[in-house]
Every structure is written in structure tokens, then in C-alpha cells.
T-cell receptor, first 117, second 111 residues
């Protein structure tokens, strides 16, 4: 099956610093990648949709200047949390939609646990 | 995309079939039913999807009612590793549209 990786799997950073999370599709080309955030005991919340080579589309209430998304290639998307604060601590998950896979499937990464101290 | 309603939690004895219901009474004609599951602290895992016919794969079976207003995911022989949160999502396929996750059903498989 299709594999999506995320790096790092967990990260601890100090308040005010920026953190970059990578999402890679390892064995397929992803025309679209999605970024989700999940707080403890809650469901996944979609943050933004990114298409290769174009600007990301953010969900209502998500600050685009704080959560910078870059989708520079068909296999890589990055999410940068700028000026992180403790309330940004969460589980960040990406997913990728393959260009030539079964209709409508998305493949999810294993997630990145961010802790801001 | 149409919304779905799932029971918040269910228990199932190990080795028995787990039947997870989902209501999607406002589903549109071109929307598929997708099932994903999320084991604690991992990314969601695709299970199965269908439009109107029943579907089966190596993981599960999906039964969709004739009016398509509800469906049931069946894990035929539940194991402890099937303990997870199961999400039912309806969405138009092959459009690149986003998945919007509901609250899902937390399934606990009991030894």
C-alpha cells in the first residue's frame, strides 16, 4: 500500500521558536496533501489543503501566517509552526491523495507530536 | 459533505464480529461512504469505502442500506489489535476533496 512518512515523529521546542514538520509520500506522487491537528481525546481537525505548486487553502479559524505550508514537490509538503506557544502543542497529521490510486483514497502519515514548553 | 452520526463507544468480545453502525441520512447520490480507524497516537488507517453495493476486503465488510442512509462496518473476527477509534465519513470521491472527521466510535475489544 501507499506510504506516507512524517518527520520528526515528535519534537519539543521552546515558546517563541519555529518548528518545521515534513510530510513525504514515499512510493507515489501526491497532487494534494492535507494537514490536520488533533488535541487529546478529540477528533482530527482539518487545518489546510495544499496542492503542489500553489498556495495552501486554510480552513476557517486557522492562521495562515502562523502555520506556513509549502508543497514544493509531488512528494513533499512541509508545515512550519511559527512562534510556537504552548497552546500549539498537539498531534499534527498529514495525509496525501495519490494521483493514480483508487478513487478518493487518502493515505495518512503517522503523525508528529509537538510539545511547546 | 454530508454529516455522519456514530455511537461514541462500543465493546466487542475478542473473536466475535464487531458491527459498527453509521447514520448518514443526508448523503448525496455521488457521495461515497469511507471508513478509517485510528489506533492510539497513530495516523488514521484506511479500511474500506463504497457507494451503494456492499464491499468486502481483507480487513472488513461494508454493508450499505438500500436507501444509503446508513451503513455498517463489520470486522468479522475482532482481535485486541482492532481496538481503535473508527471514523465513518461521506465524501464525493475522486475530487481531491477534504475528509472532515466526526467524533467516531471508540471500539474496545475485550479479551
Amino acid at each position: 500500500g501507499a506510504v506516507v512518512s512524517q518527520h520528526p515523529s515528535w519534537v519539543i521546542c521552546k515558546s517563541g521558536t519555529s518548528v518545521k514538520i515534513e510530510c513525504r509520500s514515499l512510493d507515489f506522487q501526491a497532487t494534494t496533501m492535507f494537514w490536520y491537528r488533533q488535541f487529546p481525546k478529540q477528533s482530527l481537525m482539518l487545518m489546510a489543503t495544499s496542492n503542489e505548486g500553489s498556495k495552501a487553502t486554510y480552513e476557517q479559524g486557522v492562521e495562515k501566517d502562523k502555520f506556513l505550508i509549502n508543497h514544493a514537490s509531488l512528494t513533499l509538503s512541509t508545515l512550519t509552526v511559527t512562534s510556537a506557544h504552548p497552546e500549539d502543542s498537539s498531534f499534527y497529521i498529514c495525509s496525501a491523495r495519490a494521483r493514480d490510486r483508487k478513487r478518493g483514497e487518502q493515505y495518512f502519515g503517522p503523525g508528529t507530536r509537538l510539545t511547546v514548553t | 459533505d454530508a454529516k455522519t452520526t456514530q455511537p461514541p463507544s462500543m465493546d466487542c468480545a475478542e473473536g466475535r464480529a464487531a458491527n459498527l453502525p453509521c447514520n448518514h441520512s443526508t448523503i448525496s447520490g455521488n457521495e461515497y461512504v469511507y471508513w478509517y480507524r485510528q489506533i492510539h497516537s497513530q495516523g488514521p488507517q484506511y479500511i474500506i469505502h463504497g457507494l451503494k453495493n456492499n464491499e468486502t476486503n481483507e480487513m472488513a465488510s461494508l454493508i450499505i442500506t438500500e436507501d444509503r442512509k446508513s451503513s455498517t462496518l463489520i470486522l468479522p473476527h475482532a482481535t485486541l489489535r482492532d481496538t481503535a477509534v473508527y471514523y465513518c465519513i461521506v465524501r464525493v470521491a475522486n475530487t481531491g476533496n477534504q475528509f472532515y472527521f466526526g467524533t467516531g466510535t471508540s471500539l474496545t475489544v475485550i479479551p
